[in-house]
């Protein structure tokens, strides 16, 4: 089935859909992203990655390409139009293009660029990769230092999936300064003696909408939390760990550069906390 896309106020087919090779998104990935994940045919978390698209725009003085009313209708649309019931939407604003190359920003009153996609996931929430857990490996962080703006500078993350690939394992965790900053697409976790830990919001991480719901929902099952910085050691000898992004929900991680965590399968708080994620997830969905 070709997918209909959405791109500048237009909804094509896929095979159709064109951008500028002028793009600031396409030249400087001069744009910012966001992936709102469906199930049953709902989105999960609309309004915190609306509130979180806005906050990336603001950051890098980019205008809003649509209200938030109107980006709900082009989300649904999509999902109806492309039958989707699990899966996944990805948007994406760029600055635009003023018809050529150049280091300066393009003049306000270029339009920016908006794009959407849907991308079809059947078995999204029964995942046999959840019931397995992730092995992960650690890796150096060389990111840039706003990496709590979504913006579409991928390549190093996508290295360090690939270098991960290389070694056997799922993913990579990054380390800066001797911490673990972040999954290459995900929040970390670990859990020693039932107390969760995580690293605090800082420009240092992306601010995970899902970090905030699953964070929300361990307080209210009164699960102990801790927000501090930790190292790859602590986290090799913790009884469980795990990652949590919108496209993957709460991921057990069972492995990390080798070592395997407790008895090497999926820790019963990881699973617990998926459960209570996709069950509140799927209740609050729109
Ligand atoms: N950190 C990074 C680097 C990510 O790319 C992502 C997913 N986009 C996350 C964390 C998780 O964020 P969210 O829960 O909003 O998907």
Redesign the pocket.
């Known amino acids: 089935m070709t997918r209909t896309v959405y791109v500048n106020g237009e909804y094509l087919p896929e095979t159709d859909a064109k951008i500028s090779i002028f793009d600031r998104g396409f030249l400087m990935a001069d744009a910012v992203y966001e992936?709102t994940s469906v199930l049953d045919g709902k989105l999960i978390d609309f309004e915190g990655h609306a509130v979180r698209l806005k906050r990336s725009l603001d950051a890098l003085d980019m205008a809003e390409p649509c209200t938030k009313d109107e980006l709900l209708d082009i989300h649904r649309k999509l999902v109806e139009l492309n039958e989707i019931n699990e899966g996944l939407i990805y948007l994406q604003v760029t600055r635009g293009s003023d018809g050529d190359r150049d280091f300066v920003f393009p003049s306000e009153d270029t339009a920016p660029t908006i794009v959407l996609f849907t991308q079809n996931k059947p078995g999204l929430a029964d995942s046999p990769a959840a019931r397995k857990g992730a092995k992960i490996i650690s890796i150096d962080d060389i990111r840039w230092g706003r990496?709590d703006i979504?913006t579409v500078q991928l390549l190093y993350?996508s290295m360090g999936k690939m270098m991960a690939k290389k070694a056997g394992a799922d993913d990579a965790w990054m380390i800066e300064d001797g911490y673990v900053t972040?999954?290459?697409?995900?929040?970390a976790y670990f859990v020693k003696n039932g107390t969760i830990v995580t690293r605090p919001l800082s420009n240092d991480?992306?601010h995970?909408?899902?970090?905030k719901a699953v964070l929300r929902m361990a307080e209210e099952a009164q699960m102990k939390i801790e927000e501090r910085l930790f190292t790859i050691d602590e986290a090799k000898e913790a009884d469980e760990a795990f990652t949590?992004?919108?496209?993957a929900f709460v991921m057990p991680v069972v492995e990390i550069d080798g070592v395997a965590l407790g008895d090497g399968t999926p820790g019963p708080i990881a699973c617990r906390l998926r459960e209570i994620y996709l069950e509140e997830s799927r209740a609050a969905a729109v």
């Open positions: 992936v990496r979504k993350p972040e999954g290459t697409s995900n929040n991480i992306l995970g909408i899902t970090r949590t992004s919108a496209s």
